[in-house]
């Protein structure tokens, strides 16, 4: 969150005794507040469950500021314009990239290589200040949920103000200049910022019910936030100089708000949309009040803590949350525990504003006062290579991880070409029993860097139907005479690379029906929007008709119930859900269909490990990252139906021995990691099991894979 400067041009007061000039201390407590609700919300987010909205508290401060300043002094020229980039340039930029420069640093020396390219793709787009559009498009991946935290997940928000500072000051000079042409400037400004307001607000609303991920991070959701503070700004400057009556018990209701969202409102709400109102509108009614009084909250917001905690904010925001992320690798290394406990995050916070006192003292304070950047030009040079080494560093660390991936990805192809190979499940086969070679199949393989991206091909080539599930795409691969369909969400598309490689073999063409998150199911799912849950049933109906009557001999389905169904608990889903799939499994045997449900592999997702990032760690006690079948364990509703559908045509296979040999699910199998995340199996372990699964189908006794 960016912390606009306080020591701006305060509107003309009324105040017999006013304050120093343009210094507003019940705004510097507000900033203190909204620092220090985010702080405790990364540290306690059980607790503090909605801290995150001290990160609207800071869009609206920034609103106001920013607006008041450039209502005060509109831009008339381009000159003005990049004069008041020029300042921000100054007063954002060399802390913040002070911080890319060395989580950077940290990451490659402390963080697990399988984290490396997504940091430093991070770093790279933080660097530009559009890394919040980076966010929005990973949140929609389904497989990106499971993700490690990112050490700069928080300069999203620092994304969406510099976005906002680029547009606002053009479109409020361009209202003014537009404004005094018709003889009217107040009314054309506060025109243009109420219908930002309006439009941004109306969107924002709409577009959080239709996509939630993404309308937490991206701009036009968050302006009217900022246009919030703009509205106040040109209230108080424009329509009533003077302070309101009831000033303090106004301040205090909005300060009360403030509070009470921080422990009301919750992740799993609609935000920002209307829920946000309530941090907006509570900072909008403190700034607004500007109370004074003995009884305002002027007194609290003044305290000399407080106050020191307002001066620093900015840069509090910007080094506690790396702390947070980095710490525990490093106390992994060191051998401690990876968990924080209390006493290292009350390190974590003193950490914090210790080096945020010294980020302040000598570099935000230092770059904004130096004569070296005294011009707009020299400002733009510094900004352009400043950003341009940070960038460099992002894409060096990507490029880094890249070459050991693809050395890797060339060592697994030459060890896979082997017929005497022990790689992967091939160790669990009676004959390496026999082989020399096997003798020592714990040795790590695949680098966990590899396998974050040892995917199936559905993924790159667009295979995939996504909420609202209106594009239906198909995938085919093989070119044989017998036809099977794939059929299911991710954890059917995982088995791709297995099938893949026994087409050519046993004369098969495979067409994919795979869907993100959406089970093919009777039954509506929980998916967030009611255009989720409709696309989803739609798209299965479209499956059983497109699969029953497109000349299939086979139909091979597997299933993650990765939601509730919708309106039900967990519980009630166990119960139900398989009631979903017993008409389409019987549509397919009543087709003539051959039909192989593969049960759900067991998993460690319900323990949230994520497999490659745990492997990187524990490289020498991999066991940390093991578990049983039982823990491993998860429901499987489709395989719950099938047990029930009394065909020839129908069977079932259970893949947990592949997985869990001698009654231990392992991460790593013949030196292989054996899941990309926290559920999905990579493509080099699903091709080793080409074997196990072939033998298996042949015992189904299905005509299809006789």
């Known amino acids: 969150m960016q912390l606009t400067s306080t020591h701006v041009e305060k509107p003309p007061s009324t105040d017999p005794k006013p304050r120093r000039s343009g210094f507003r201390a019940d705004i510097q407590g507000l900033r203190a507040l909204a620092v220090g609700i985010v702080l405790l919300y990364h540290l306690w987010p059980n607790r503090f469950v909605g801290g995150f909205v001290g990160v609207d508290v800071f869009f609206v401060i920034s609103g106001f500021l920013i607006t008041s300043h450039l209502i005060k002094s509109p831009p008339k020229s381009w000159r003005d314009v990049t004069d008041f980039w020029a300042r921000r340039i100054r007063r954002l930029l060399p802390a913040s990239l002070l911080v890319l420069f060395v989580v950077g640093v940290a990451t490659y020396l402390v963080a697990p290589q399988s984290i490396w390219v997504d940091t430093g793709r991070q770093i790279f787009s933080a660097a530009l200040y559009v890394v919040n559009w980076d966010f929005a498009s990973s949140s929609v991946d389904y497989l990106a949920a499971d993700n490690a935290q990112s050490p700069i997940q928080h ?37 243009t910022v109420v219908a930002v307001f309006l439009a941004s607000l109306t969107f924002s609303v709409w577009y959080t019910i239709v996509q939630p991920a993404i309308a937490y991070f991206i701009t036009p959701t968050r302006m009217w936030e900022m246009a919030t503070g703009g509205l106040v700004a040109v209230f108080v400057i424009y329509v ?38 309530v941090p907006v509108v509570s900072t909008a009614l403190v700034i607004l009040a500007d109370s004074r009084g003995r009884f305002s909250v002027l007194p609290l917001l003044s305290l000399r803590p407080v106050q020191f905690l307002g001066d620093i904010s900015y840069s509090v925001y910007l080094w506690h949350w790396p702390l947070i ?26 950490v914090s504003i210790v080096v945020a006192w010294a ?22 040079g510094f900004a352009v290579v400043a950003m341009a080494l940070v960038g460099v560093l992002g894409l060096s660390q990507m490029w880094v991880s890249d070459r050991i991936v693809e050395q890797n990805k060339d060592n697994l192809e030459i060890a896979m070409s082997d017929p005497n190979s022990c790689l992967g499940a091939a160790a669990l086969l009676p004959s390496a029993k026999n082989n020399p070679k096997c003798d020592d199949t714990e040795s790590l393989q695949m680098e966990p860097a590899a396998a974050k991206n040892d995917k199936s091909k559905a993924y790159a080539d667009g295979c995939w139907a996504s909420e609202p599930y209106t594009d239906r795409p198909e995938c085919t691969y093989g070119d044989g005479e017998k036809q099977v369909a794939l059929v299911g969400n991710s954890h059917a598309g995982h088995w791709l690379p297995t099938l893949e490689r026994l087409a050519e073999k046993n004369d098969w063409t495979i067409t994919t029906f795979l869907a993100s998150n959406c089970s093919i199911s009777t039954l509506p799912q929980d998916l967030g929007t009611p255009e989720g849950v409709k696309g989803c049933q739609d798209y299965s109906d479209w499956v059983v008709d497109r699969t029953t ?33 017993e008409n389409i499994l019987q549509s397919w045997v009543d087709a003539k269909l051959d039909v192989v449900v593969v049960r759900d592999t067991p998993y460690p997702g319900g323990d949230d490990i994520q497999v490659p990032d745990c492997v990187a760690k524990h490289e020498d006690e991999l066991e940390e990252c093991s578990g049983t079948p039982e823990s491993w364990h998860w429901m499987d509703p489709l395989a719950a139906s099938a047990k029930k559908v009394d065909s020839k045509h129908m069977s079932i296979i259970y893949p947990e021995d592949w997985f869990c040999p001698d009654g231990r699910c392992e991460p790593v199998i013949g030196g292989v990691i054996t899941y990309f995340d926290t559920a999905h199996i990579t493509a080099t372990y699903a091709e080793t099991l080409a074997p196990q699964f072939n033998d298996r189908l042949r015992k189904t006794g299905l005509d299809t894979f006789d």
């Not at 009470?260 to 946000?276: E, K, S």
């Open 240 to 277: 009533r100089p003077k302070r309101l009556p009831f000033s303090s018990l106004i301040g205090w209701v909005g300060l009360a708000g403030i509070v009470a969202g921080t422990f009301l409102i919750r992740g799993d709400m609609p935000f920002p949309g209307y829920v946000a109102l």
């Open 325 to 350: 992320v980095l710490v525990p690798y490093l106390s992994e290394k060191l051998g401690t525990t990876e968990n924080l406990g209390r006493l290292d995050k009350a390190v974590i916070i003193l």
């Open 549 to 581: 009557s497109g000349g299939f001999d086979a139909v091979v389905t597997s299933e993650r119930q990765s939601t509730p169904l919708d309106g039900m608990s967990w519980e009630e889903t166990e119960k139900k859900a398989p009631e979903g799939h």
């Open 155 to 191: 300069f999203w928000s620092l994304s969406v103000e510099e976005q906002f500072y680029f547009v606002w000051p053009m479109l409020i000079g361009l209202a003014f200049l537009v404004g005094k042409k018709v003889g009217r400037p107040k009314q054309i400004v506060g025109f």
């Open 359 to 380: 980020s302040t003292t000598w570099v935000e304070n230092r770059f904004r006062k130096t004569s070296v950047l005294s011009t707009p030009k020299r400002t733009f």
